[in-house]
């Protein structure tokens, strides 16, 4: 897993100061390593006092599908961008 990012950090910290166990900080920030899906995650805390565990548990493999689903939007659209060239322009000729 990639290290965590300066967002991540400050999520991690939101956490902990809202008295969640550092292992659950710890675990949710390590799948949370970006700055987009902690500040997904922070947005999403900052609507709430305190919630249960299963529901940070749960937003957080929302915000990784989500982020997913976007990744895989943006592999096919470079894979029909190289069918495009590769239609318009065919095999390189060198």
Same mark, same amino acid.
């Given at each position: 897993m990639k290290e965590k990012s300066p967002k991540s950090m #400050?999520?991690?910290?939101?956490?902990?100061?809202? $008295?969640?166990p550092e292992e659950f900080?710890?675990?949710?920030?390590k799948n949370l390593n970006?700055?987009?899906t902690a500040n997904r995650m922070i947005g999403y805390l900052s609507h709430y /006092? /305190?919630?249960?565990? $299963?529901?940070?548990?749960? #937003?957080?493999l929302a915000i990784?599908?989500?982020?997913n689903q976007i990744m895989q939007k943006h592999e096919v659209e470079d894979a029909n961008a190289k069918w495009n060239v590769f239609?318009? #322009?065919g095999f390189d000729s060198e």
């Open positions: #400050e999520l991690y910290h939101i956490m902990l100061d809202r $008295g969640y900080c710890d675990i949710v920030t970006t700055d987009w /006092k /305190k919630l249960p565990l $299963g529901e940070i548990a749960d #937003e957080m990784l599908s989500d982020r239609l318009n #322009e």
